[in-house]
């Protein structure tokens, strides 16, 4: 009897520690309360991750408090507008990034035929606040634990963040912001397990001090997990959809690339769905840590239960056919 006693008892603690040791890779509670930071400019998987954003917004899911730019490209607050305001919440405030920055453009021109096509009241970038005050001004109004940040671009503005130091908006420094504010971090970058991707590799000194501080717990979505899934077609040939800045997108670039023949790769569209439907009915994760080099080559570690990146489970196919529905969503008016 005693014996089975201190068996039983072996259990609940060895359950106990594998609970306590796991981190906030949780079900998320609804509307997930986002700040969307976006390379808006060099590729065009921001313009479904934008969409897919504003899709759920209209299902009740998500709250989007802000949209933040991660590159200094001259269209980059207008164009994200543009797609703001085509969904119908013009209000939504945009950020800047400051400082040295990324600056690459759209070779497709995507940027200035949208804004050239669709309503925007922002005209460049300097209607728009810089990114890290508004960061700090968005954070501090919000519950303790209660922001996801979804990151499809660089990590200047994060980077930015941590640094940051007490203001008018808060008298926490940014380190301190983060972790009382910030529920988790879901990151589109990295190649897993190794190898260098563009979002990660770009600004690596960023890069390098997000990965080294973050108080949070980071989900990535890597190049791996995009890569794989194809979208955009469908959308374009849906003849009921007209007068679209996102089929618009779409319609222009795909032909400018034969290894987009099938589809754009959807990498930051991946990166939003896990982060505001969760990844457990889609993806297994990794837990572990990611590491980068000078040269930007980063390189998975399994060691540590804060940061995980997806790994798949169900086919690229079945991820494809969810989100070119999602990519074809109308706005709604509120």
Known sequence: MLHRLFFLLGILTFNFRCVYSQPEFTRNAYPVSVIFDTDFGPDYDDVGAITLLHSFADSGWVQILATMASSRHQNAAAAINVFNTYFNRPEIPIGLVSGNAVTLGDKQHWTDSVIRRYPHKVQSNLDVPDALTLYRKILAAQPDHSVTIITVGFLTNLANLLGSLPDTNSSLNGLELVKQKVKNLVC???????????????????????????PTTILFSGFEIG????????????????????????????????EDSAGRMSWDETAVFVAIKGWQKYYDLEMGSCEINADGFNEWKKKGNTQAHLVEKISPLQMTEILNQLLQHQPVKH
């Open 227 to 258: 890569q794989k899934i194809k979208t955009g077609l469908p959308l374009i040939e849906n003849d009921r959809i007209r007068a679209s800045p996102v089929k618009d997108v779409f319609a222009i670039c795909i032909p400018m690339a034969a």
């Open 188 to 214: 589109m970058g990295g190649r897993f397990p190794s190898g260098k991707e563009f979002n990660l590799m770009m600004d690596v000194n960023a890069t390098k001090r997000v990965l080294a501080a973050w």
